[in-house]
């Protein structure tokens, strides 16, 4: 798996943890608390007043009353009831409300809810917690338990001629819906906790493996580029003038490829590139590459074919994205006048424009057989000078932001850049 797939991989085990994680919270608020729905409001029959979710009844007790007023006035105990068939639902602020004769009288001591009359209507209100129910705090909730019931009732004088049995009540109640007590749900909630058990060990197991596969990544990069290093200095080794050259002038091309806001990617291939930059040496006779005089056209032809050599060692090199073309390309010119090729501007690779300043300024502030190095205020000059003919002029200021900052040259004896 590639370390890009990797990261997706982890990325999206985190997310899916974390969502399950959150739903699983917010599942166990819902359990918890619940949804309340909209207000519901049916009309029963009272003798047999029931649906498919709820039975209300409010009827006289035929073992329970009795006449006064010489038959006129019947006085009775009526019950109520309501039971809820609904096995996730509560049936919360309930109200029931009968038709009852315009005359009639309700006994003080009504039970289990709050009897109000309105003219020929009688409602029953549930208790809540707090109230005060025949001058008795209440401690408890009259809420309709899911698949419960509750009672109520009353003593009321009507005429004897009243039979609530033959009117209709109607019976209004907000449901709220227990998610705890719908099986389904339970379900969902262990599938989420399988979710995020899975993706946590998935998680986990993808940290450690990434972990290991950049701990070899880390390992392989200094590999490659002890072994780069090696062959750049073997090279170094027929010239003592040139010994660090190719290191240097790598890590001036990072640096500004870092400065110039490049990618990580493209940082560690400039780098790459540039410790191989001069690979081409190779094929250059010693008698050329150290005479310290003058060149001659013929010679100077030779030392310039050790870059069409080096992009030709390094086509078969498929480990550094375009190395061939960036080795192949370092010594071309910004207005056209370079070699091999004679590429001009933006024809000539970035990251072989980055190396040929990174080359051309260590070169520079660099003994050489055939002269000291430069002081570094001349080096600047030159650098300035040849902005736009020799060098990119967007890199040019990049390079000489470095030398005001201190960051360039490089001693690597010491370990510490200095503006000599």
């Not at 493209?266 to 790459?272: A, F, I, K, R, T």
Request: charged content about 25%; hydrophobic content about 35%.
């Amino acid at each position: 798996m590639k370390n890009d797939e990797r990261k997706k991989h982890f990325e999206f085990s985190l997310i899916v943890f974390v969502v399950s994680i959150v739903l699983i919270i917010a599942g166990g608020f819902f359990l918890d608390s619940g949804i309340c729905l909209e207000r519901q409001r049916v009309v029963l029959k009272n003798a047999d007043g029931e649906n498919r979710y709820v039975k209300v009844e409010f009827l006289r007790n035929k073992e329970k009353f009795w006449y006064e007023d010489e038959g006129r006035t019947m006085g009775a105990q009526y019950d109520g009831c309501i039971i809820n068939k609904r096995p996730y639902v509560e049936m919360c602020d309930w109200k029931v409300t009968v038709p009852v004769p315009g005359f009639n009288r309700i006994d003080a001591n009504p039970w289990n809810g709050v009897f109000e009359e309105y003219g020929t209507s009688l409602t029953i209100t549930q208790y809540h917690k707090g109230d005060t129910g025949n001058g008795e705090l209440i401690t408890s909730d009259f809420t309709v338990a899911p698949g419960g019931q509750k009672t109520f009732g009353c003593i009321m004088y009507t005429a004897s001629s009243y039979d609530p049995e033959i009117h209709e009540i109607i019976f209004e109640y907000t449901p709220h819906v227990i998610i705890g007590k719908i099986p389904f749900t339970w379900v969902v909630m262990g599938l989420l906790f399988a979710l995020a058990i899975s993706s946590l060990s998935i998680w986990v197991n993808t940290n450690i493996r990434r972990a290991e596969f950049d701990s070899r990544q880390k390992k392989n990069k200094e590999f490659i580029e002890h072994t780069l290093l090696l062959f750049a200095n073997t090279i170094e080794a027929k010239d003592s003038y040139t010994k660090g050259h190719s290191l240097r002038v790598a890590m001036y091309s990072r640096e500004l490829a870092r400065r110039m806001g490049l990618s990580e990617a493209d940082q560690e291939n400039v780098y790459y590139s540039a410790i191989l930059h001069d690979v081409g040496k190779i094929g250059i006779p010693d008698n050329i590459l150290h005479k310290p005089g003058r060149l001659t056209d013929e010679e100077r032809a030779v030392i310039q074919s050790h870059a069409e050599i080096g992009g030709d060692i390094m086509k078969n090199f498929p480990y550094i994205p375009d190395i061939e073309t960036v080795v192949r390309h370092h010594h071309e010119r910004y207005d056209g006048n370079g070699y091999p090729d004679k590429l001009a501007g933006g024809d000539i690779p970035l990251l072989a424009r980055i190396i040929c300043v990174a080359d051309c300024f260590d070169a520079m502030t660099s003994n050489r057989c055939y002269r000291r190095k430069i002081d570094i205020g001349k080096v600047c000059i030159e650098l300035r000078e040849n902005s736009g003919t020799q060098f990119d002029p967007a890199i040019v200021p990049v390079m000489l932001e470095m030398i005001s900052e201190g960051c360039a040259p490089v001693d690597l004896e010491n370990g510490e850049a200095q503006n000599s």
